[in-house]
C-alpha cells in the first residue's frame, strides 16, 4: 500500500449537501460535526504518517486525516469500530466532520481503523517514536491557541489506569503461565507431551484445581504446580524460547519461586524476586503493581499536563507508563523536553512532583513549579528567611540580614556548612526560634538546600498567592473522573502502546468537546486564576 495524501476535496454535483434540506442544514451547521470539519480535521497532519506506508507501491492509502478524525470521533461518541464504519455511510454529520460528503465510497472498512492501529504499534515498537502522540499533541496545541490559552499556566496531575486482567493469586499465575504453554504445545501437535501435564489443555481444569478444592489442600496444590512446572521446563529443554508463552512461563518460574536443595519453592520477599515489576497477569505482560493511598494497583499510570487560560483549560501534552513510574519522573521528562521559554512559565504540581533536580532543571527552562499538598515532614519554617544566590547553592544572608563569615560547597547528601559572626545574634529578632550552634567567635549551621526550598514554599503556599495556585491545581483533579466516567479509560486495549494510543485518542475526544464547548458559549468554568 502506497502513501497518499488527502487534497481538500471540491464538491461534486451529487454532493450529499445537496440533497439537504434549509431546515436539515441549519441543523447541520449548528451541531459538533460543523466545528470538526471547520477547526479540526484541516489541522490533522499527514505527512509524519509516510513512513507507515511505501512509497509508489500499490494501491494508495485510505486518507490519514480520515483515519485520525474518525477515530477522534469514535471515542467522542462512544462507538465500535463497526459503528462509525457504518456510521459514516449513513450519517451526513460523519461524512461532513470528515470532509467526504463528495465520495462516491466513504473510505473506511471493517478493517481499516485496526489495520491503521497496527502500523502505529510496530512502528513505535521498531523506532520508539509515537506517532499518535505527535498527532494529538499537535491538535491540542491547536485547540489551545483558538481558545487563546497561551501555555504560560499549566497544572499536572497523575491517574492510575487499571489494566484490563484479572487479579491472580500467585499460584493461579504459576497455573496459568503452565496452562498457556501447554496449550501451544498441543496445538502445534508436539509430541511427547508427559501425561502429567495433560489436563492443563482440558476445558474447565481451572475450577477443578481451584475452585472445587478444598482450602486445606494449598500446600498439596502449590507442591503439584512446582513439580509440573519442573517438569515442563526439562521437556522444553530450552526449545520454543521464541513463543511468547514460553517466555511468560519462564519470567514466572524465575519471578515467583526459587530452586533450593534440589527442590522448587514459592519465592520470598528476601530472595529478592519479587518486586512491583514481576509479571501480574499473562494477558497484558507489561502491567506492573503499585499500591496508592492503600489500594492496590494493576496496569499503568497517566500523566496529565492541562494549560489553563481564561476561556478555559487543554490537555495540551500527556504521557502513559507502566505505574511504577514516578510523578518527579514525569516532570523530569517535561521539563527536558522543553524549549527554555522567553516569558515565565508556572505550573502548578501536588508535592509529588518537585525535587531539588527538577527544580534545577525549571530554572534553566524559565518555569516556576508551585507545588501544592506538600507530603512529608512539615519543613522549619525559620529556614524560609534564607537568602540564596541565583544558582540556588549558596547562602547569602541568615533570616536577620547578616551574611556569612564562611559557606561550604553543598556536600553529595544536599547539606551544607554556613557560619555567622555570634556578634550580631544577641540582637537578631530571631535568636528565640534560631537552631544554631553558637560558639564564641561564631554560629555554625548545617543546612540542607531542599529544606530552605520547602520552608520557602511552604510559606508562599500559605498567602494569597499560595491560596491561589492551590485553587488553580484543583481543577486538574476532575480530570481522572471525567476520562473514567465518560471516556472508560479503565477499559483500554491489554499492553501499554495499545493501551496508550487509545488513551490519546480519548484526549483528543475531551480536548474537542471543549472547544465545542468554547465556541458555543456554553462554557460555565470555575474561576482559574491566571498566573502570568
Known amino acids: 500500500m502506497s502513501f497518499f495524501t488527502n487534497p481538500a476535496q471540491q464538491m461534486t454535483i451529487d454532493d450529499a449537501l445537496f440533497s439537504l434540506t434549509a431546515r436539515e442544514r441549519k441543523a447541520l451547521d449548528h451541531s459538533w460535526a460543523k466545528i470538526f470539519a471547520d477547526e479540526l480535521f484541516p489541522k490533522i497532519e499527514e505527512e509524519p504518517f509516510r513512513v507507515l506506508y511505501c512509497e509508489n507501491n500499490g494501491r494508495p492509502n485510505t486518507p490519514i486525516n480520515v483515519l485520525v478524525g474518525a477515530s477522534i470521533i469514535k471515542e467522542l461518541l462512544d462507538y465500535s469500530d463497526d459503528d462509525i464504519v457504518e456510521g459514516l455511510m449513513l450519517d451526513v454529520r460523519l461524512q461532513y466532520a470528515l470532509h467526504t460528503t463528495s465520495f462516491a465510497e466513504q473510505p473506511l472498512s471493517d478493517k481499516s481503523l485496526q489495520h491503521f492501529r497496527k502500523r502505529c504499534y510496530q512502528y513505535e515498537q521498531e523506532t520508539g517514536n509515537d506517532l499518535m502522540h505527535t498527532c494529538i499533541v499537535s491538535l491540542s496545541k491547536e485547540i489551545a491557541r483558538v481558545m487563546k490559552i497561551s501555555g504560560r499556566t499549566r497544572r499536572m496531575d497523575s491517574m492510575m489506569i487499571d489494566a484490563n486482567i484479572k487479579k491472580l493469586s500467585r499460584l493461579e499465575l504459576v497455573y496459568t503461565c503452565i496452562a498457556d504453554l501447554v496449550i501451544r504445545l498441543k496445538k502445534e501437535s508436539v509430541e511427547g507431551i508427559p501425561e502429567s501435564l495433560l489436563h492443563y489443555a482440558a476445558d474447565h481444569d481451572f475450577n477443578q484445581v481451584f475452585y472445587y478444592a478444598k482450602n486445606s489442600d494449598y500446600a498439596e496444590k502449590c507442591l503439584q504446580l512446582l513439580t509440573d512446572a519442573d517438569t515442563l521446563l526439562a521437556f522444553c529443554g530450552g526449545q520454543w524460547e521464541d513463543w511468547k508463552e514460553y517466555q511468560l512461563f ?76 514516578s510523578d518527579s519522573q514525569f516532570l523530569a521528562d517535561t521539563l527536558t523536553a522543553m524549549e527554555p521559554s522567553e516569558k515565565p512559565v508556572t505550573i502548578a504540581a501536588d508535592g509529588a512532583y518537585p525535587t531539588p533536580g527538577n527544580q534545577k532543571l525549571a530554572e534553566a527552562k524559565n518555569v516556576r513549579i508551585v507545588s501544592t499538598n506538600m507530603p512529608g515532614k512539615k519543613a522549619n519554617g525559620f529556614y524560609a528567611g534564607f537568602g540564596l544566590s541565583d544558582d540556588g547553592r549558596t547562602i547569602l544572608a541568615c533570616p536577620g540580614g547578616i551574611g556569612p563569615v564562611s559557606c561550604s560547597k553543598p556536600y553529595k547528601n544536599g547539606q551544607m556548612r554556613v557560619s555567622f559572626p555570634s556578634s550580631c545574634c544577641g540582637d537578631c529578632p530571631y535568636r528565640e526560634e534560631c537552631p544554631a550552634h553558637k560558639g564564641k567567635r561564631v554560629s555554625t549551621f548545617v543546612l540542607s538546600l531542599s529544606a530552605i526550598n520547602r520552608a520557602k514554599t511552604q510559606r508562599m503556599m500559605s498567602g494569597e498567592e499560595g491560596a491561589n495556585y492551590a485553587r488553580l491545581r484543583n481543577g486538574v483533579e476532575t480530570l481522572p473522573s471525567n476520562l473514567r466516567r465518560n471516556y472508560h479509560t479503565d477499559q483500554l486495549p491489554r499492553g501499554r502502546l495499545r493501551g496508550k494510543l487509545f488513551f490519546g485518542l480519548k484526549i483528543g475526544a475531551l480536548n474537542f468537546r471543549k472547544l465545542f464547548t468554547y465556541r458555543k458559549g456554553l462554557g460555565n468554568y470555575a474561576p482559574n486564576p491566571v498566573i502570568v
Open 250 to 325: 519462564s519470567r514466572c518460574i524465575c519471578e515467583q519461586t526459587v530452586r533450593e536443595g534440589g527442590s522448587r519453592r514459592l519465592a520470598a520477599h528476601g530472595d529478592g524476586t519479587m518486586n512491583s515489576s514481576i509479571l501480574q497477569n499473562p494477558s497484558d505482560p507489561e502491567a506492573t503493581f503499585r499500591s496508592k493511598a492503600g489500594e492496590g494497583h494493576r496496569g499503568y499510570v497517566a500523566n496529565l499536563e492541562e494549560s489553563v487560560g481564561e476561556n478555559g483549560s487543554v490537555i495540551t501534552d500527556y504521557r502513559f507508563e507502566p505505574n511504577t513510574y
